[in-house]
């Protein structure tokens, strides 16, 4: 979680801290916040159901990435 979820945290408050955010971020995930192993039609609006540390703490930081997007007006 440090580096996925604190990692994220901390780089979106260096960038809060500029004088201009950007327009967009782009935060790289994994299958795994799907609880899967290799891939099926997935998109967006498909639950997570990660099942082990790493998966959870990639859907965390898809969360903080996406309030953050909301909160700045960033997408």
Do not use: H
Request: hydrophobic share 40%; aromatic share 6%; glycine share 8%.
């Amino acid at each position: 979680f440090a580096t996925n979820v604190a990692g994220l945290k901390n780089l979106l408050t260096a960038l809060e801290n500029t004088s201009k955010l950007p327009e967009a971020i782009v935060v790289l995930s994994t299958i795994k916040v799907y609880g899967r192993d290799a891939g099926m039609l997935l998109d967006e609006e498909t639950p997570t159901t990660a099942t082990d540390a790493y998966g959870q703490s990639k859907a965390q930081a898809e969360d903080v990435a996406r309030a953050w997007g909301t909160r700045t007006g960033c997408r």
